[in-house]
């Protein structure tokens, strides 16, 4: 497989080489047929991608070398993951354990957890899923319930998770729990984020199958004893924790990528100038995506509020998603829906992308949630 070539000093990435790389791993790729009709790339999973991102020095640019990363600036890992979304690669795992995760541990974790498990990550040996939506906690985080009593030095932890991305991939899990169950406490002050090793006694495993392609996972915490040295931040100050992690998962470069391709695909069927100029402005406001997402990098890179930034950022790309999927239904009529054969466009995979963005104003945040967020925030409404 073609790699590139690792830097001990923070030298720019060549985009073409980048480019290069990602094309002939999406042409490796091509036969796994748990991604062959994946309708979004950032649900799409597969071991051997994160592997070969991690073989090839890419995974955690802008980390410190010490964590397996090359200190480039965070601006170099947003080019680097629109490159990945407009070749179409699989990314649940990587945005994940990475662009989410990552950079949270990074930044909350104590310096002996971090410097355990950031180097395993950006070998690209170390996959983790997201335990925090519950069956009554979804949007409103603060409701969570599952909860972890303190028992010596372990915590023992209780509940269930939903929506938990590449569970049934991962090797750990990032978890938010509730320390203080006392009623009295403010729902947002009794929360904490633990990491646990996914072959811990007590953790189960379920999927669902999702209309873009691809599955969601469930779990299910018996008493699953967790070291106490894995709690990540403070003890019940995990609400401040979770935002700011938050604020990592909402800047999605890739999806900027993602539309880059969409458009790119539909342009050789345009029909008329009608729809010419329609492609054109969709991708004027590509170019808007990546602006407000590269504020919110900008922000979170000098260690500033990038909340109503990286909301912005969230809202901005899942709408225009939307309207690149009516778009293309409008173009291609029901051709659109052709998911095999020489009718087919773009391998078939636009058919699976108009069922995924349904959800794209739903998944990581609903959109009245970033709404709000934003007049908070941003507007202090």
Not at 126 to 136: D, H, K, T, V, Y
Not at 191 to 211: A, R, Y
Not at 254 to 279: C, W
Not at 285 to 291: D, H, I, L
């Amino acid at each position: 497989m073609q790699g590139i070539e690792t830097a001990t000093s923070p030298t720019p990435l060549d985009p073409d080489s980048v480019a290069a790389f990602a094309a002939d791993l999406a042409a490796r790729l091509s036969a796994e047929t748990d991604n062959r009709h994946q309708g979004m790339p950032s649900d799409a999973e597969s071991r051997a991608a994160y592997a070969a991102y991690g073989q090839a020095g890419l995974i955690g640019l802008h980390w410190a070398g010490k964590h397996g990363g090359r200190e480039l600036h965070p601006r170099d890992t947003d080019a680097l993951e629109e490159t990945f979304g407009y070749h179409w690669l699989p990314l649940s795992g990587y945005l994940l354990s990475v662009k989410t995760i990552g950079n949270a541990l990074r930044r909350f974790a104590e310096p002996a957890l971090a410097d355990a498990l950031l180097p395993r990550i950006s070998a690209g040996e170390m996959l983790f899923c997201q335990g925090f939506s519950e069956p009554e906690a979804g949007s409103d985080l603060a409701s969570l319930r599952t909860r972890a009593v303190r028992d010596g030095d372990h915590f023992v932890v209780t509940g269930r998770k939903i929506w938990t991305s590449s569970a049934e991939y991962a090797d750990w899990c990032y978890l938010a729990v509730r320390t203080d169950p006392d009623p009295a406490t403010p729902r947002h002050r009794g929360i904490s984020v633990l990491v646990c090793d996914m072959k811990t006694p007590g953790i189960q495993v379920g999927t669902h199958p999702t209309l873009g392609g691809g599955t969601l996972g469930e779990l299910t915490l018996d008493e699953v004893r967790i070291p106490a040295d894995q709690l990540v931040g403070e003890l019940h100050g995990g609400w401040g924790l979770l935002m700011g992690t938050l604020d990592y998962e909402r800047v999605t470069s890739e999806k900027v990528g993602i539309a880059r391709r969409v458009l790119d695909e539909l342009t050789p069927h345009a029909r008329g100038s009608a729809d010419r100029l329609a492609l054109l402005r969709l991708g004027g406001e590509v170019q808007a995506c990546r602006a407000i997402g590269a504020r919110a990098t900008a922000l979170l890179a000098a260690g500033q509020s990038a909340s109503e930034a990286s909301s912005m950022a969230k809202l901005s790309i899942s709408y225009l998603l939307q309207r690149i999927a009516r778009t293309a239904a409008g173009i291609l009529g029901p051709q659109l829906f052709i998911e095999q054969g020489p009718d087919a466009v773009f391998d078939g995979r636009l058919a699976a992308f108009h069922r995924a963005t349904v959800a794209t104003t739903i998944a990581g945040g609903a959109s009245d949630i970033q709404r709000r967020v934003i007049a908070r925030r941003g507007l202090l409404c």
